[in-house]
């Protein structure tokens, strides 16, 4: 098993791990029923699998996903003693918000907030916390502004912290066709069509973002149902519309924003993780490498792997979270 390289703050390079040969897989049995609880200004549903003393570990789901991304990897991760909990974003399956009057807003740091009140209501003080898309951008910011409930964070596609003002700034045009659905989302016709047309939608990014994972209709059809949330579409056009300051974001979380746009060091143990074939846009891991000031490693998973990692290459992305946590 590989050991974490500590970086040295700003003189550190990018540390790049070497081949992983992983153990043969047990077998992996069902995945339990999802729970729900109240936590903030959600009803979170979610699954918990592992003993309930073993290490915790969140697993967070990106747009346009769910939790089935993490079914293979929840087991792996359950065997190996950890107490695995794998949430349903706001706007995604069964998780509601508490009441009507609460803003559906999607920006990046509420969903982290929701991270943070989850583990407060199951109370858990700390754990190590992994995702991708969205959610490892949610697993960034808690890592970088509540330092202290974070054992390890594993991350797919490295630092994903922004800001509206990062947002401002514009892309050659190879980078901004990346982000065709971003604009697509910032008109009325864009939002009307993502409701219309959200399975199409998402089965669409499904391809363009795992060119190689040849996904059958059954695993698509599993993980679309979350999609039918009430709150779905509002959240999704709300995020990227806030990306690109065209709509303001909840005023209780101003001076978080106000931290983020700063692009704070990440001081806990890191993995971040790359896909060899993530049709989604994404830096080069040099790019943000520096970002990491704690101990810090990035993995490069092969064999036409592309952005939803944990559910291409489940393998890979349990052992990152097992080696972040032994750190």
Do not use: C
């Not at 740091?109 to 995702?131: E, K, P, Y």
């Not at 049709?279 to 040099?286: I, N, Q, S, T």
């Amino acid at each position: 098993m590989m050991e974490l390289v500590a970086s040295e703050g700003a003189k550190a390079g990018l540390v790049i791990d070497g081949p992983i040969k992983l153990a043969e897989a047990e077998t992996l049995v069902p995945r339990p029923p999802a729970k729900q609880i109240d936590a903030g200004v959600l009803n979170v549903g979610y699954v918990e699998a592992g003993p309930v003393d073993g290490p915790a570990t969140l697993l967070l789901h990106g747009w346009p996903y769910d939790i089935h991304s993490f079914d293979e990897v929840t087991p792996r991760l359950a065997s190996a003693g950890f107490r695995v909990i794998v949430p349903y974003a706001r706007g995604y399956g069964p998780t509601k918000f508490l009441s009507k009057e609460t803003p559906r807003t999607g920006q990046p740091s509420a969903l982290a907030v929701d991270t943070i009140a989850l583990m407060d209501a199951l109370n858990i003080r700390q754990a190590t916390i992994a995702g991708f898309d969205w959610g490892a951008r949610s697993a960034d910011i808690v890592a970088a502004l509540w330092p202290d409930r974070v054992k390890g964070i594993v991350s797919v596609s490295g630092y994903l912290i922004g800001s509206q003002e990062a947002g401002k700034m514009p892309l050659p045009p190879k980078a901004e066709l990346q982000w065709w659905y971003q604009y697509y989302f910032a008109t009325e016709r864009g939002r009307e069509g993502y409701s219309k047309y959200r399975r199409e939608f998402a089965e669409l990014i499904w391809k363009l973002a795992s060119p190689k994972w040849a996904f059958d209709d059954a695993t698509f059809a599993r993980s679309a149902v979350a999609f039918d949330n009430p709150d779905h579409v509002d959240i999704v056009i709300h995020n990227y519309r806030w990306r690109l300051g065209l709509v303001q974001g909840d005023a209780g979380l101003d001076r978080l924003e106000a931290n983020l746009a700063a692009a704070p060091q990440i001081t806990v143990p890191t993995i971040t993780l790359e896909g060899d074939e993530n049709g989604a846009p994404h830096l080069e891991p040099a790019a943000y490498a520096k970002k990491f000031s704690g101990k810090y490693l990035h993995r490069l998973v092969t064999g036409g792997i592309g952005h939803n990692l944990p559910q291409e290459a489940p393998e890979a992305f349990a052992q990152a979270v097992i080696d972040v946590s032994k750190s």
